[in-house]
């Protein structure tokens, strides 16, 4: 099922932006040129995965559709770990529906293909653990730390948090299970509290030692106001639970999945309470939901502190096969005809997802929607304006450029550095007002600038911006960079954008190229 959903993807991307996706691209194809993360390059997030993207840049070429088949892999494991995760807990066949309904239905993280594969590890380690309430067996936990391990190398919080998750999770398993306390478990515990966190600190430190404070705080984003975005976890709670109950009230078929869902888990709730299902059953049961739930809110973290919408994703799959244990649960006493009436209206829903979602796709695979370029080659569901700007800038930065040359694109537009295969002349390709950089990073810049003997400086509209941490280029960040500009090269070509409209990461985008004065 989850290939029939991912198949229309391999050449085409929803939205792709020149920030974010840009970055990722660059780190996946400088990787391929031995660069390392962070120290050659700035990165966000862990060390892993651009290595892993630029192995599919190895094996089928330096081309978007590479990276699609990469994410479009990471996709299915997601699918069959979860499908495994949920037939610990309820029939096959209500398995492969869960795993059906997760596949259409789950939020994806729009803004980088890094995270898809710290679900499938979550994922995983979901399963590991389940399988573990059922079958005493240590595999499952080395498995499991393996697992965190690989988390904590595509995030390094997430990791954390999963290491703390999986050893909350086996204290319970083995107190209510009655396992015993013997030397594999003792190895087990020492290495999911020392060895797994000493060996991600170990990686982390040798990617970073080299690097100053400034530089270290710019690619690890957490301390202190390193975040543009802040709140109180006493509002957050109230405003998730608020917007969880909105997606029930949209239309009559939310409405109708509320009903089932929110109907399901009272039901499962009285026969767990009341303790009117089978004793062993009953047991695997709470095992496995104080996990989900352990699972739940150890990766709602960064949601937590935030408010930020997207990052409660990490933990929506604990959230979906929640809702399908309290159905399987709840089947123990509903009725055969309405049992058959749940499976086939949600199975129709998937069907129908599915079916809608490689239409709308379909649909979008115009030529004003391609990336013609080598280095593309895939449709885009960005506006088509978007698309004829990151066209023509690529084939003008193609045709002007020589080999030897560099050019400088900046606030945030990495693409470009991609989509031509130009390394960036500076080992920073983002500068925003959150970013918080020094002067003495703004001189070094410079320096590097002067050193690569940089002709062309791309600029994008975002260059002043509304949007909350991004500021305005030489008022709120950057002064000196900005003055070196303003004084050492003019406008050249202008391309693309309403300037007048607000510019988004993937939408009314506007470029000029600057040419250094003679």
């Known amino acids: 099922m989850a290939g029939f959903f991912i198949w229309p993807e391999l050449n085409f991307q929803d939205n792709i932006s020149q920030g974010d996706h840009g970055r990722d691209l660059y780190a996946f194809d400088a990787v391929t040129h ?7 390059f700035w990165w966000v997030y862990g060390p892993l995965m651009p290595y892993y993207y630029g192995l599919f840049f190895k094996i089928f070429g330096v081309r978007i559709t590479s990276i699609l088949l990469g994410r479009a892999l990471l996709v299915v494991a997601c699918s069959v770990f979860f499908y495994l995760s949920a037939a610990c807990l309820m029939s096959p066949g209500l398995a492969f529906l869960a795993a059906s309904w997760f596949t259409q239905s789950r939020q994806e993280f729009f803004f980088t293909y890094n995270h898809i594969a710290g679900i499938a590890a979550e994922l995983i380690i979901c399963w590991c653990l389940l399988s573990y309430t059922r079958i005493e067996s240590m595999r499952y936990l080395w498995i499991a730390l393996i697992a965190d ?36 478990k003792k190895r087990f515990y020492l290495a999911a509290a020392g060895l797994i966190p000493l060996l991600l600190g170990l990686i982390y430190w040798l990617l970073l030692k080299d690097l100053p404070f400034y530089a270290i705080r710019q690619c690890m984003p957490y301390f202190g106001d390193d975040q543009p975005h802040h709140a109180p976890p006493l509002l957050v709670i109230p405003y998730y639970f608020t917007q969880h109950w909105l997606t029930f009230i949209h239309t009559p078929v939310d409405i109708a999945i509320g009903i089932i869902l929110h109907g399901c888990t009272l039901l499962s709730l009285y026969l767990l309470i009341t303790k009117k299902i089978e004793k062993t059953y009953r047991q695997e049961i709470l095992l496995g939901l104080a996990m989900i739930g352990v699972f739940f809110v150890v990766y709602f973290h960064e949601f937590l502190v935030s408010a930020v919408w997207y990052r409660c994703y990490w933990s929506l799959p604990f959230l979906v096969l929640f809702n399908f244990v309290m159905i399987a649960v709840a089947f123990g006493l509903i009725p055969k005809f309405l049992r058959i009436l749940i499976l086939v209206f949600f199975g129709a829903l998937t069907a129908l ?59 945030y537009d990495c693409l470009y550095y991609y989509l ?34 940089i002709r062309l400086v791309l600029m994008s509209n975002r260059i002043v911006s509304d949007e909350l941490g991004l ?48």
């Open 149 to 184: 391990f690989v988390l904590g190398l595509v995030k390094i919080n997430f990791g954390l948090a999963g290491l703390c998750g999986i050893v909350l999770s086996v204290l319970l398993i083995d107190f209510a299970k009655k396992y015993p306390f013997n030397a594999p």
């Open 420 to 453: 031509t295969g130009k390394e960036s002349p500076t080992r920073q390709l983002i500068f925003f007002d959150h970013i918080k950089i020094p002067q003495q990073q703004e001189i070094s810049v410079i320096k590097e600038l002067e050193s690569h003997k």
């Open 471 to 518: 500021g305005i280029f030489g008022k709120t960040y950057c002064p000196l960079l900005s003055q070196y500009i303003h004084e050492n090269f003019s406008p050249l070509v202008r391309q693309g954008g309403d300037w007048t409209k607000p510019p988004k990461p993937n939408s009314n985008h506007g470029v000029i190229i600057l040419k250094r004065n003679p």
């Open 34 to 40: 031995g660069k390392l993360p962070y120290k050659d």
């Open 353 to 411: 997802g599915i079916v809608a979602h490689i239409g709308s796709i379909q649909s979008q695979k115009h030529p004003y929607n391609y990336l013609s370029m080598p280095r593309g080659q895939i449709y885009v569901g960005n506006e088509p304006e978007w698309t004829d700007t990151v066209n023509k800038v690529t084939s003008f930065l193609n045709t002007t450029l020589k080999k030897g040359d560099l050019f400088f694109a900046m606030p």
